[in-house]
C-alpha cells in the first residue's frame, strides 16, 4: 500500500504568498493618504461653514466689513455663538483666520502637524471660491468644491 501525502508543497505555499504580496501592494497605497484627505475635507468643511456664517451675519447687519477672526477668537463663545457656530477646540491640525493680513477677504487654513503638507494652505474667499497652496499632490479641481488629491 502506497502513502498518500497530504498538505501542500512549498511551492505551493510560496505562490500563495506572492499572490498575496502582489495584492497587498496593489491595495495598501490607496489607503495610506486617506488621513491626509481626512484633514483636508475637514479643513474645507469647516473654512465653508465659517464663510457662510460671516456672510449671512454681513446681510443681517452684524457686520459691516469682512471681519478679522484669528485661531484664538474661534475658540471664544461670544466671538463664534453669534454667528451660530460652536467655538472651536484648540485644534492640533490647522490655523485658521479670516480677514487677517494676507487673506483680508476670506480665510486661510494652515496645516500645522507633521506630515507631508505642513504649512499648506487651504484659502476660501468671500466669493466662494477655494485656493491651494503647497498640498501637491493635491490640486484645486473646481474653485468651488476646492481641492483634491
Excluded at 466671538?79 to 479670516?98: D, E, I, R, S, T
Excluded at 506630515?115 to 490640486?139: R, V
Amino acid at each position: 500500500m502506497k502513502k498518500t501525502k497530504e498538505g501542500f508543497t512549498l511551492v505551493e505555499i510560496l505562490i500563495i504568498v506572492v499572490i498575496i504580496a502582489v495584492l497587498a501592494a496593489m491595495i495598501l497605497p490607496r489607503y495610506v493618504d486617506q488621513s491626509e484627505n481626512g484633514y483636508i475635507a475637514e479643513a474645507q468643511s469647516f473654512l465653508g461653514s465659517l464663510r457662510s456664517a460671516i456672510i449671512k451675519h454681513m446681510d443681517l447687519g452684524g457686520f459691516d466689513a469682512w471681519p478679522t477672526i484669528d485661531n484664538d477668537q474661534m475658540s471664544d463663545p461670544a466671538v463664534m455663538n453669534p454667528l451660530g457656530l460652536q467655538p472651536l477646540p484648540a485644534h492640533p491640525n490647522w490655523l485658521y483666520c479670516c480677514g487677517c493680513a494676507a487673506y483680508p477677504n476670506g480665510c486661510y487654513a494652515q496645516r500645522l502637524t507633521t506630515g507631508k503638507h505642513i504649512g499648506a494652505i487651504i484659502y476660501l474667499s468671500e466669493a466662494g471660491e477655494y485656493s491651494c497652496e503647497g498640498l501637491n499632490p493635491y490640486t484645486l479641481i473646481d474653485a468651488k468644491r476646492g481641492c483634491r488629491a
